[in-house]
């Protein structure tokens, strides 16, 4: 991985004067909501919109249709998700009829696409701003372009990438944080779009992964998830991820995790990480795509179901009650029948805590696109569903070998379907629901497992006698 070019500290200057100019103009949204769509990384993103926009005099409006701004921060990782973003933007010219100040910005992923830009311009000319990845620090200057020059603004940057530091943030809570590590990815999965949309790797230094730790645990958090495209190969100063990660240990934040992990980059280091540092939890998310040699092959993933096999080992070796959960693409162009029954059985071997499936999605400008895929949709969704049964019984046979035992919850919210309960995670990352009260959120509290549903535990609180 190069090191990529900071964004100059003076242009993060010029940033926060357009966000002042924003905020003292009358004729201005008073109020935003955005749309947060795909991964973390665009959730992540979406706090440093939100704090941006609270910057400019802005408040948040959790009501859609009510807000005088609406940004959607989209994803294009599969066609269903391109196409929701789009569906969206077309709707948004309805609400517009009837309220003609309001204003609508289109950023993320989907933006970044070739050719896309310019079609929304043509195609969508009611959107107000239509920006990219790499230029998400200069909303503050393009909504001030917008307001005051009265037209759209539509600035795509077709670069590979810089790293950003110092945006103003809303984060949306305040005990469990998301920390960016890394930008980008190299690897240039033969399906995978994201390469194109989010640019080549590059990571923060580790005092900047450090000093935003320290800040959050000043805040209170009491988890940190790090994140990037490719965690493990993060490289920032010289040091390695495992080396930062030994750093971040010692910071004393209770609760650490991380996401998303290249199989072809966990290294021996990393593993041994899972069974000597005390606040990394017992979890490891390592897609494996696909079980048969042939297709990891045509999709360069760059390992072989055996590595992968070899690596669980290791793993459980290390810390023998790690969760390991995945991401598993079904119907890849040129899957045969035995090849899918290959991941069958990898799933049936490793025993994911969950796996995430998808059916394969062509993506214009990736490699697989161009791949011959003579196997008829109705046959990919037959394989998909053989597989979610698989992994649903064994995800069942995982949560029930929970009950009985006591674990430390991080409380995060009420429960949605029933008020009286609160959920949390466990060390190793199962949601459990217990009864309590909002005033427990944010706090760690033991649990006694009773009973595992299809993706959840139920518990009740340990009142300690002393
Ligand atoms: N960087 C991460 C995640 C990237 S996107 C990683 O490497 O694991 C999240 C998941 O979406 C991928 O793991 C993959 O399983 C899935 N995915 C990506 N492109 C896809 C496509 N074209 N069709 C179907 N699933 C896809
Ligand atoms: Fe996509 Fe592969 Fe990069 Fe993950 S590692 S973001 S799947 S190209
Ligand atoms: Fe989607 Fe972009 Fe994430 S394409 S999955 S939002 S990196």
Known sequence: MKERPIVSDQEMLRQQEFMKLVKALDARPQSYHIVSMGCQMNERDSESIAGMLNEMGMRHEPVREQADLILYNTCCVRENAENKALGNVIWLKELKKDKPELMICVGGCMTQEKGMAAMMKRRYPFIDLVYGTHNLYKLPEYIYRVLTEKRPVVEVMDIDGEVVEGMPEARKSRFSAFVNIMYGCDNFCTYCIVPYVRGRERSRTPEAVIAECLRL????????????????????????????????????????????????????????????????????????????????????????????????????????????????????????????????????????????????????????????????????SERIQRLIDLQQAISLEVLEKQVGKRERVLVEAVSTRDSASVGGKTPRGHMVNFPGGAELIGKFVDVEITSAGRNTLRGRQIISEA
């Open 217 to 380: 645990q000043d805040e209170g958090a009491q988890e940190i998830m790090l994140l990037g495209q490719n965690v493990n190969s993060y490289r920032g100063g010289g040091a390695a991820f495992a080396e930062l990660l030994y750093r971040i240990d010692k910071l004393g934040i209770p609760r650490i995790r991380f996401m998303t992990s290249h199989p072809k980059d966990l290294s021996d280091e990393l593993i041994a990480a899972f069974g000597e540092l005390e606040h990394l939890m017992p979890q490891l998310h390592l897609p494996v795509q696909a079980g048969s040699d042939e297709v990891l092959r045509r999709m360069n993933r760059s390992y072989s179901r055996e590595h992968y096999l070899a690596l669980v080992e290791k793993l459980r070796e290390m810390c023998p009650e790690i969760g390991l959960t995945s991401d598993i693409i079904v119907g890849f162009p040129g899957e045969t029948l035995s090849q899918f029954e290959e991941t069958l059985s990898l799933v049936s071997a490793v025993r994911f805590d969950a796996a995430y499936t998808f059916i394969y999605s062509p993506r214009a400008g990736t490699r697989a696109a161009a791949y011959p895929d003579e196997t008829p949709y109705a046959v990919k």
